[in-house]
């Protein structure tokens, strides 16, 4: 064997180089990458006996660099934080009101007059009141039919039979 490496040997570790360098360009802004040097471009003097040594030392803590590192993120000024803030917000009312306003389309009480958050809501909780009853009052009277015809009664929806509202 040789003490000199092997023509693969050498275009593996240009390939490597040019990987890693590949690699760091992506990762590494470019305020940073002035003064950043790669284990790979290091200026390290080696002996050809222990140059394959030191290429597996220097592939795995390339890996390591690449594993560990991640692309920083730009932090944001106070002024689009607030930017930021003040969209989400706008967002998350326009949302409540979107329910409001589909409150108010279902729940028939709330066609006009007094239309406070705190009136719908509590129309809404009355109207579900009343629909309860209504489909609990619609169930008994199946039950009932049923009997006078001699069928077995037959519970369709039997995990909801005989809803109550109960406040807290």
Do not use: C, W
């Not at 360009?25 to 080696?46: F, H």
């Not at 039919?145 to 001699?150: A, D, E, F, K, S």
């Amino acid at each position: 064997m040789s003490q000199y490496p092997s023509q693969q040997q050498q275009q593996q570790q240009q390939q490597q180089q040019q990987d890693a360098s590949f690699l760091d360009a992506l990762m590494i802004p470019d305020e940073e990458s002035k003064n950043y040097e790669t284990p790979s471009s290091s200026n390290r003097k080696r002996s050809y006996g222990q140059e394959s040594l030191d290429d597996e030392e220097e592939e795995e803590d390339n890996k390591k660099e690449r594993k560990g590192r991640k692309a920083p993120h730009e932090l944001l000024t106070d002024a689009e934080k607030k930017a930021n803030h003040i969209a989400s917000e706008k967002k998350r009312r326009q949302n409540i009101r979107l329910g409001f306003d589909q409150l108010i389309e279902i729940v028939p009480s709330l066609t006009q007059g007094n239309r406070s958050e705190a009136f719908i809501l509590q129309k809404s909780v009355d109207h579900i009141r009343h629909l309860i009853n209504v489909k609990n009052d619609l169930k008994s009277q199946i039950r009932d039919l049923q009997g006078v015809l001699g069928e077995p009664n037959y519970d369709e929806d039997s995990s909801e039979d005989d809803l109550t509202y109960s406040s807290y």
